[in-house]
């Protein structure tokens, strides 16, 4: 993710398969998303703060440095989440919905629903929890704006407008169409799932499947669904946008494949200069 006066350039948390690779589909590179994160950063008038905490890698902007009091959100939710999974080895590995627990941290409960309502397991929520709770920790804390990527997802928390470009891996559309996002529609999560760049599990062949929602738990999890129907054909979009039209709480979805494009909801799309931003590198 980068953040350019006014936008936003992120890539996906991808997930690559067997399906995909049997496909010939080239393979992906686990740090693709890395590559085109954490560069220089310019007019932004936000302030750049980076917390690693093992597999939890955040790049942060806020009006302050924040990396101590980041580093303590990110840790007591890793614990919270840890503890649970030693009691319940089921939430780490079900790629399908689990039942609410009543008894469980809030944190937890928020991934179990996430998964419910999406119809996918509750780890596939976990980056944008993460990405929330800091975020909103961080407002607690006196942040009045915040914007936290997470591997790709991003809960994002601006009283400006700004624009979201989409990075999905070699499709001819990559870096060249964004999301357009208004104060009002803020604070909210972008979240994405690709099978072609990034590390994570996706049984689709989505180069960037892009969920934007008030929650950015459930529009992870969303993005993992999403990501999960697109296949390859002429049709291979339908069936990604018939599913997110069923869902609620979703302000708006885009959905990328090779040169294949569809969208659903209340999104702007603009177009990107991708070689004006490319040059801001």
Request: charged content about 20%.
């Amino acid at each position: 993710m980068k953040y350019f006066g006014g936008q936003v350039f992120f890539t996906g948390r991808a997930r690559g398969t067997e399906m995909a690779r049997r496909q010939q589909r080239k393979k992906k590179d686990p740090n693709s998303y890395r590559k085109r994160s954490y560069q220089r950063l310019s007019q932004s008038g936000l302030v750049s703060s980076r917390v690693r905490m093992m597999e939890t890698d955040l790049h942060i902007l806020t009006p302050d440095r924040v990396e101590d009091d980041a580093l303590a959100l990110v840790a007591e939710l890793r614990a919270e989440l840890e503890h649970y999974i030693e009691a319940h080895a089921e939430f780490l590995h079900s790629l399908v919905p689990l039942a609410r627990d009543s008894g469980a941290p809030e944190h937890v409960c928020t991934m179990l629903a996430a998964g419910l309502q999406a119809g996918v397991g509750p780890m596939a929520a976990v980056a944008g929890t993460v990405a929330e709770a800091v975020g909103q920790g961080l407002e607690r804390y006196g942040q009045a704006e915040v914007i936290v990527e997470n591997g790709g997802d991003i809960y994002v928390h601006r009283q400006q407008a700004c624009t979201i470009s989409i990075y999905a891996g070699e499709s001819s559309l990559s870096g060249r169409v964004g999301i357009r996002l208004q104060p009002e529609q803020m604070p909210c999560g972008i979240c994405t799932s690709s099978a072609s760049i990034g590390h994570s599990l996706s049984l689709g062949t989505s180069d960037a499947a892009v969920v934007v929602a008030p929650s950015t738990a459930f529009a992870d999890a969303l993005a993992t669904r999403l990501g999960n129907e697109v296949q390859q054909g002429a049709d291979g979009l339908s069936r990604a946008l018939q599913v997110v039209q069923e869902m609620e709480n979703v302000t708006g979805a885009v959905l990328i494949a090779g040169d294949k494009l569809g969208v659903w909801g209340d999104v702007e799309l603009v177009q990107v200069d991708a070689q004006s931003a490319a040059a801001k590198e």
